[in-house]
């Protein structure tokens, strides 16, 4: 069987056209997932594997993507440490946030086998997945991880309070990314046992902080994971939402592939990231609540980078959002699919 297009590219294989996935795909604009959302909470489609695998699997059989991304979420990291936690329909809240313990070393307590349900939705997914569909395994980032941890929910306020902590707490901060980073490790390293293919690192909340700063504290624990990771022999993707110039920091010490946010048009990224790192993106993603007229328009620039750039993976500069149409979203992957890239 030939080799999927998505692994071929994260090789730096030449290939016909772009593979394609993007970020949230599985659970926010399927009408298969709604349906399966309005019988189950995400808490129990996420820890039941059967219904994680198939969860996870929606978007390929739905939407035609070329991999699957592990259905679950960054916070159970924190949750296998011990920090009680809820899905909320205003996003995810811990019952008692690290900023209010006195000592927030000692609140937490990693548990690797509070995330023993994850592995067994692996086995399943790889299972039950046609043709071999890769399958994205992830983790989140520690700066992003920390600033829910921190906060204890998610804020629309750019975490002003789990942020002034880090700056006035730099020391213990240094501790607490090491715990989530070991911890990570550690899941990580499970997930690549049980079969993923690949695996991308979210660093949603990378552009919170000054670059030097998040650089400073930050990209050691990011290099230690990429290194756990190909380690394994799989390749690692490295999402650092927001970082903007930081770009020019991304070599292929660091990452694969870098996810770049919509803000950087993709030309320009290609320009400021190491030739040796192939990208990821970066449509952005409310383009999909307009007409499909207006999406190819945008598309068009992507013909054009696409045509001589093999390194590059297509998707969105950030996760589906709540409320695209599902036929947008669909017009989309098949668009992908069919152009004529004009490759050599
Ligand atoms: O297709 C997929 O959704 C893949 C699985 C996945 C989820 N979360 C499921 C989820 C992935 C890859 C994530 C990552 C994640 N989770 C990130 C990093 C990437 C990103 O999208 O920004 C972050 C910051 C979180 C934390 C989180 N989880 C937030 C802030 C929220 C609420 C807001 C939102 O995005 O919906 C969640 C809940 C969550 N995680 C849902 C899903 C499907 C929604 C739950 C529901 O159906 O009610």
């Known amino acids: ?124 997914i790889i299972k039950t997945r046609p043709d071999n569909t890769p399958l994205i395994g992830f983790a989140g980032a520690p700066l992003t991880v920390l600033c829910y941890m921190l906060e204890g929910l998610s804020s629309k306020s750019n975490f002003v309070q789990a942020i002034a902590f880090l700056y006035q707490n730099k020391s213990l901060v240094r501790k607490l990314i090491e715990v989530v980073t070991d911890l990570t490790i550690e899941y990580a390293t499970r997930q690549i046992e049980h079969g993923i293919d690949a695996f991308q690192l979210f660093e949603t909340h990378g552009g919170i902080l000054p670059f030097d700063v998040y650089q400073e504290m930050f990209y050691p624990s990011i290099q230690k994971i990429a290194r756990a990771v190909r380690n394994k022999g799989i390749k690692f993707i490295y999402f650092p939402k927001d970082i903007g110039s930081g770009l020019s920091t991304i070599t292929p010490e660091l990452c694969d592939f870098v996810s770049v946010d919509w803000q950087t048009p993709i030309t320009e990224a290609r320009k400021l990231v190491h030739p040796g790192v192939g990208l990821q993106g970066n449509l952005d993603p409310r383009l999909l609540f307009a007409g499909q007229k207006d999406i190819e328009n945008e598309l068009v620039k992507y013909l054009e980078f696409g045509k001589n750039e093999h390194q590059w993976i297509f998707n969105l500069g950030h996760g589906f959002l709540p409320g695209i149409p599902f036929e947008n979203a669909k017009y989309l992957v098949e668009w992908i699919k069919s152009a004529n890239w004009r490759r050599q």
């Open 1 to 124: 069987m030939q080799n999927p297009i998505f692994l071929e590219t994260l090789q730096g294989r030449p290939t016909s056209r772009p593979p394609v996935w993007f970020m949230r795909q599985a659970g926010r604009v399927l009408p298969s997932y709604l349906d399966m959302r309005s019988r189950y909470s995400f808490w129990e489609l996420m820890s039941n594997p059967s219904l994680a695998a198939q969860v996870t699997l929606l978007p390929v059989h739905d939407l035609g993507v070329d991999a699957a991304i592990l259905f679950s979420d960054i916070l159970v990291i924190p949750y296998a440490m011990g920090m009680g936690l809820d899905f909320t329909d205003h996003g995810p809240k811990f019952d008692k946030p690290l900023k209010d313990y006195d000592n927030p070393l000692e609140a937490l307590h990693p548990d690797p086998s509070k995330l023993e349900y994850i592995y067994k939705a692996i086995d399943e």
